[in-house]
DNA sequence: CCTTGATTTGTACGTACGTACGATCTCGCC
DNA sequence: GGCGAGATCGTACGTACGTACAAATCAAGG
């Protein structure tokens, strides 16, 4: 494993554990093994590595996303629901990191336009992803306003989710729970 | 206005435009017109200005979403769901500075026990409020499941498209696109 | 075996940071 | 009018930061 691949590795570690700035260069230098100097011989500047490390630690929670999203294969939109935010709720459990990780990446986002970019085009693809696998149709079929219609309110489910799964784990619904709200919600009389 | 007001105004701002982190000290009193040492008088430490700083901002979000939540008067369900969702993108819209202090907020709260106490509890607080005013009951007939289920995707709903706004406000949905994707997956037929 | 280019190392420079602390000011009160 | 506590100011200290750069090392090719 190359000094570069240690830094990636170190800086994604730190960030989770102490957050993109107060992160210092000669931290990434310890926790990966390289030498203060590599960063700036392998990325140019601490800064870039912590932002090359922030894209990746959140390419890995979208991916998580979508394919546990892929995994569901039941008949119904409310089953497919039921699964979905089961397993989600389950993974968001036992990988706190990667939900810190993403959270310090929105952080980030409202400063660097990099990171803004890579994450409004992630969370494009999952929303239609997700849009797709609820309606168990090929992505190509949607149209788009499908997609900014169930893809962002499957994609603001998940998130929210994600962010109360990062709060405080304990408080997170159970599927079953999430399709009787969702059937709440959707109730066209007076309660 | 005394220096410490300024201070705590300054130090909102400056979280919004730099972030925790980059703030610095100097920062703080250029932007408020205080002295460099009133930071230490006022606050102890630059630290605990900006974590004062972030909890007020965070709080004034919540206090956003509540009273738009309180104000929709709807009798069916669904139609509430509408209005709140409008009332509540529009929010987003105009008010990018808070959503982006709250990102803030999320991303310190990973290393902060206080900032996360505070923020669990305004989460669980936001999610019973929710629930409640989309019953249009009092919050005080809810049960705990309610508040789980309902609570939870109310505020997951929220949260969610509020990152969407942070991240990409064009993509946001309507209010009417919301509530067709919640019948898409309440349905119980297949597609 | 020597050269050459890509890495890794050691180190030091300049800078900007947070904070401490004493001096100075403000102003209600005796 | 002076006293004293609370607030503000000026400044300097020690530190830790990011980065530059030259030296050392390594890996292949001729």
């Known amino acids: 494993m190359s000094q570069r691949d240690d830094l990636l590795a170190g800086a994604k570690k730190l960030l989770v554990e102490k957050g993109y700035h107060r992160t210092t260069a000669r931290d990434l230098a310890a926790a990966s093994g390289a030498h203060l100097a590599s960063i700036g011989y392998h990325f140019g500047s601490k800064d870039a590595l912590m932002t090359t490390a922030t894209l990746q630690a959140q390419g890995e929670w979208g ?4 394919t546990t999203m892929a995994a569901s294969g039941a008949e119904i939109p409310a089953e497919r629901l039921r699964i979905c935010v089961d397993a989600l709720v389950a993974a968001m459990a036992g990988q706190r ?3 810190v990780a993403s959270v310090q990446a929105y952080a980030q986002a409202a ?4 990171i803004r970019e890579v994450l409004t085009t992630a969370t494009a693809e999952t929303r239609a992803t997700m849009a797709a696998a609820s309606l168990d149709i090929d992505p190509q079929e949607l149209d788009a306003e499908t997609v900014r219609g169930l893809g962002s309110v499957l994609h603001a489910l998940v ?4 962010l109360q ?3 405080d784990p304990e408080s997170l619904p159970t599927g079953d729970q999430v399709v009787r709200a969702v059937r709440i919600l959707a109730g066209d009389q007076p309660d």
């Open 63 to 66: 991916d998580t996303i979508d």
């Open 165 to 167: 799964a990062f709060l």
């Open 111 to 114: 400063f660097d336009n990099d």
């Open 97 to 99: 990191e990667v939900l």
């Open 159 to 162: 998130a929210g989710l994600s």
